[in-house]
DNA sequence: TTCGGAAAAATGAATGGTCATTCAGTATTT
DNA sequence: AAATACTGAATGACCATTCATTTTTCCGAA
């Protein structure tokens, strides 16, 4: 029978973890902080992780995850190309403003170094990147979108607007939704690509 | 008499930081190795910055202060709103550009933690933003630029797609020229802007 | 022009605090 | 009673920062 922690407790290591990084930064949170949140010994974290930076690697790959699944599964549900975008807008600036610790940790927190963020890059990043450069590519052979933009370009361009809002709100104390902002993101976004 | 060292010696540790921190990351640099790099013992550091932290912020100092300058400058010689958009956007890419190891400093290591973004963003990035927004004021007041966009949403975006580019190019070892993209960002930009 | 010594600048070895990580031992499960 | 999971105190490496000492610069007096 389901022992309460089993398998839990490698996740529950993984929250409190980004609630310790969220609150005091990577450099600044210790093992022995992650430990005590999640409830179980410092030496349990090395059970589950290798490092502490598996920590955060494991933190990237879990959110990235979410990205990439709930966008394949939107994708479905939208036809034509700016309808497909607009979905994408929505989820990337909802998932991200959903929980504002989770946020620290993607937009500045996983940022840490160059040697790190270009792990990341090639890996997920790249793999969220083509799945708007595809939506750019059907876009360009309906005819909706000008065909004189690079689909990769245009994807990263896109990338780049959402990474500002979301960052931007991240910094900013403000109590706005992050998801508000989707509309016009699209709009300025869409008007740049359509012929 | 000019002393040879005289106020070139600040400078000195500044540039060999970026070379280290460039090369090896922030939280892996140490003090003394910057120093062994400047030729200075690693108790001159700090006669000159308070902790290792203010180097950093030097450095971003130093890096901002450029870009509102030359960004001011190029201003003047452009008249219309989208010309000067265009000016920002190659300044930008260029200065970006120049110097492989400064921009690895501007992309990634200044944006260490939280509290330390925080702090930069309110000083001098809000007003490279204010810059670009100003542009986009004069764009919508001569009738150039659709006016359903918020001045300061626009001026994120473009800064989004600005860095963006900037990252990417810092990550990919290719050996492109990062200014060379900025056509195709003014072109996308500018539709996105334009009536 | 030179000298002396005070002020300023620079040095680098020593210090102290901080953690990530380990592992011998304990508890729990099968 | 073996295997598995967990514990947390101890270890050891690391490095930012300090400061007593040395070196260099400055400048007035001779």
Redesign the pocket.
Known sequence: MA?P?EGG?KERILDSAVVEIAQRGYH?????RIAKRAG????????YFK???EILFSLFDRAMGRFIEEGRTRLQNAASAPEKLRQIIELHLTLVGEDRDQAIIIQVELRHSLHFMGQLSRAQVGEYLDIIGQVVVQGQEDGEFRTDLAPVFAAKAIFGVLDEMATDWVLSHRNTRLESKAGVVAEFVLAGLKK
């Open positions: 022992r922690s407790k600044q949170t210790t093992v022995a179980v010994a410092d030496g349990t974290i090395y059970l490092n502490k930076e």
